[in-house]
């Protein structure tokens, strides 16, 4: 099982993303394994990942803030073990360490990698943000951020402060996930296949459909506000977090470096 994104590389020299780990589901349900109550849930996520950053948009959007606390690791990898050489989100060890970055506020955690060896001793994959963690079991509830948004969207609105917001309504979800079937793999999952190709030839086609992709969208948003008509929902949302950081991030860092 692959621990970092260089596991991920194909013999082709392809990026190729692992499926998240953690799969279980938040309901309203007050019977479930994991029912939707205030106080019992941690978000962990890091600014600088898009992943993250579309659940901790959620988190505000829905107005879940008092209900589901957050904790940011710092922005940039470091050592998670002295016995090896992986590197992955740490906790500064202070609260004045990094701007924005928190310790650990539950478990005393140096590193996301411990949390998830707390969930389970034997994991060996990758330590990855945003984590839904439950605070009673000690455990990772779900580490899939399209998973993590849509129960934030649905399954915590009786204690949520805007529960009418609805960004999966019935009546657009096939357009959502067509969109967002665009979205993702060419330009969500686009910019890493580019960062993390190691050869010419993936690297070339992922720039392609990247751009290719983004002339889609630029293409929809010229003649509507929003990706699926007229009113904001989670494929708005999914782009976002990716274009906010293509300039800055993905453009100066990634694409001006081929392999």
Same mark, same amino acid.
């Given at each position: 099982?692959?621990?970092?994104?260089?596991?991920?590389?194909?013999?082709?020299?392809?990026?190729?993303?692992?499926? @998240?780990?953690?799969?279980?589901?938040?309901? +309203?349900?007050?019977?479930?394994?994991?029912?939707?109550?205030?106080?019992?849930?941690?978000?962990?996520? @890091?600014?600088?990942?898009?992943?993250?950053?579309?659940?901790?948009?959620?988190?505000? &959007?829905?107005?879940?803030?008092?209900?589901?606390?957050?904790?940011?690791?710092?922005?940039?990898?470091?050592?998670?073990?002295? @016995?090896?050489?992986?590197?992955?989100?740490?906790?500064?060890?202070? +609260?004045?360490?990094?701007?924005?970055?928190?310790?650990?506020?539950?478990?005393?955690?140096?590193?996301?990698?411990? &949390?998830? !060896?707390?969930?389970?001793?034997?994991?060996?994959?990758?330590?990855?943000?945003?984590?839904?963690?439950?605070? !009673?079991?000690?455990?990772?509830?779900?580490?899939?951020?399209?998973?993590?948004?849509?129960?934030?969207?649905?399954?915590? %609105?009786?204690?949520?402060?805007?529960?009418?917001?609805?960004? *999966?309504?019935?009546?657009?979800?096939? @357009?959502?996930?067509?969109? %967002?079937?665009?979205?993702?793999?060419?330009?969500?999952?686009?910019?890493?296949?580019?960062?993390?190709?190691?050869? !010419?030839?993936?690297?070339?086609?992922?720039?392609? *459909? &990247?751009? *290719?992709?983004?002339?889609?969208?630029?293409?929809?948003? +010229?003649? !509507?506000?929003?990706?699926?008509?007229?009113?904001?929902?989670?494929?708005?949302? +999914?782009?976002?977090?990716?274009?906010?950081?293509?300039?800055?991030?993905?453009?100066?860092?990634?694409?001006?470096?081929?392999?």
């Amino acid at each position: 099982m692959a621990r970092s994104a260089l596991d991920e590389v194909t013999y082709s020299g392809a990026f190729d993303r692992s499926p @998240s780990t953690f799969r279980s589901f938040v309901s +309203r349900d007050s019977s479930a394994p994991f029912p939707a109550v205030a106080g019992r849930y941690h978000l962990y996520v @890091s600014y600088a990942c898009p992943w993250a950053s579309r659940c901790l948009a959620y988190l505000k &959007l829905k107005g879940l803030d008092s209900a589901i606390g957050f904790t940011s690791v710092k922005p940039i990898f470091g050592r998670t073990k002295e @016995s090896d050489d992986h590197l992955g989100w740490v906790f500064p060890a202070t +609260r004045d360490e990094e701007p924005s970055a928190e310790p650990d506020p539950f478990n005393g955690a140096k590193t996301v990698r411990e &949390l998830y !060896q707390i969930a389970s001793t034997k994991y060996t994959g990758k330590p990855t943000v945003p984590v839904l963690w439950d605070k !009673q079991l000690k455990t990772v509830v779900n580490n899939e951020s399209s998973e993590i948004i849509r129960m934030l969207n649905t399954e915590f %609105n009786e204690i949520a402060e805007n529960p009418g917001l609805d960004l *999966n309504p019935a009546h657009l979800q096939a @357009s959502i996930d067509e969109i %967002n079937d665009l979205v993702y793999d060419a330009i969500n999952n686009g910019v890493y296949k580019c960062g993390f190709a190691k050869k !010419q030839g993936p690297y070339d086609e992922a720039v392609t *459909n &990247l751009y *290719n992709a983004l002339d889609k969208c630029e293409e929809i948003l +010229r003649k !509507q506000r929003y990706m699926c008509g007229n009113q904001l929902t989670e494929a708005d949302v +999914r782009l976002f977090v990716t274009l906010i950081r293509f300039d800055e991030i993905t453009s100066n860092n990634i694409l001006s470096k081929p392999p």
